[in-house]
Nanobody, 127 residues
Framework: QVQLGESGGGLVQAGDSLRLSCAAS????????MSWFRQAPGKEREFVAS????????YYADSVKGRFTISRDSAKNTVYLQMNSLKPEDTAVYSC????????????????????WGQGTQVTVSS
């Protein structure tokens, strides 16, 4: 059974940094695509970043490009989201997602492309 578990969220001030972790278990994650999404209160779920397990393809939402970095540690079966220069508008519940089927580039940003989801971790950025 595939399980994804996020950690690392918290309350920070604008300009601070946080690193989120997504620990994956239950099967081999080679050939998978792993992504981070976020959802703020009253808003739709939003794509943040994606990485193929090989690390060969990385994508970011325009809103986080240059501030956030996605990476993975294959030995630990863990995907990270390093978030720098945080802004109040980054406040949301951040969830990681996994797909073991090839995801076309045009669908990387769509939540329905991913079958497995973690429970999410809250990130709150105060001004």
């Amino acid at each position: 059974q595939v399980q994804l578990g996020e950690s690392g969220g918290g309350l920070v001030q604008a300009g601070d940094s946080l690193r989120l972790s997504c620990a994956a278990s239950g099967r081999s994650f080679s050939n998978s695509a792993m992504s981070w999404f976020r959802q703020a209160p009253g808003k739709e779920r939003e794509f943040v970043a994606s990485i193929t397990w090989s690390g060969g393809n990385i994508y970011y939402a325009d809103s986080v490009k240059g501030r956030f970095t996605i990476s993975r540690d294959s030995a630990k079966n863990t995907v990270y989201l390093q978030m720098n220069s945080l802004k109040p508008e980054d406040t949301a519940v951040y969830s990681c997602a996994a797909s073991f089927l090839p995801v076309p580039t045009s669908l990387i940003y769509r939540h329905f492309s991913y079958k497995y989801w973690g429970q999410g971790t809250q990130v709150t950025v105060s001004s």
